[in-house]
């Protein structure tokens, strides 16, 4: 059992920057990939980047590469999401995830809203 609360999410202007956060508690969180995935309105859900617990390399999606920045730190077990850059475009809510074979875990989620 894992439980995910995300937070920071909010209305910035093109170019700004937010800091995402995931808390998450539950039994063996170690053995658990984090992730994040955004759902715009009338979209399907997109995967936007991933890191393990354990110290895994970060992956991203092409259309966040080199603006985004996931990263954890383990003794508050929390999971941030440092978006840069923002774009219009990038407006959605942003969700956290956690994935262990076939266990998955969501949040509730937070939006993120970029005027132009």
């Known amino acids: 059992q894992v439980q995910l609360v995300e937070s920071g999410g909010g209305l910035v202007q093109a170019g700004a920057s937010l800091r995402l956060s995931c808390a998450a508690s539950?039994?063996?969180?170690?053995?658990?990939?984090m992730g994040w995935f955004r759902q715009a309105s009338g979209k399907e859900r997109e995967f936007v980047a991933r890191?393990?617990?354990?110290?895994?390399?970060?992956y991203y999606a092409d259309s966040v590469k080199g603006r985004f920045t996931i990263s954890k730190d383990n003794a508050k077990n929390t999971v941030y999401l440092q978006m840069n850059s923002l774009k219009p475009e990038d407006t959605a809510v942003y969700l956290c995830?956690?994935?262990?074979?076939?266990?998955?875990?969501w949040g509730q989620g937070t939006q993120v809203t970029v005027s132009s």
């Open positions: 995830n956690a994935r262990w074979n076939r266990n998955s875990y």
């Open positions: 539950g039994r063996t969180l170690s053995s658990y990939t």
């Open positions: 890191i393990s617990w354990s110290g895994g390399i970060p």
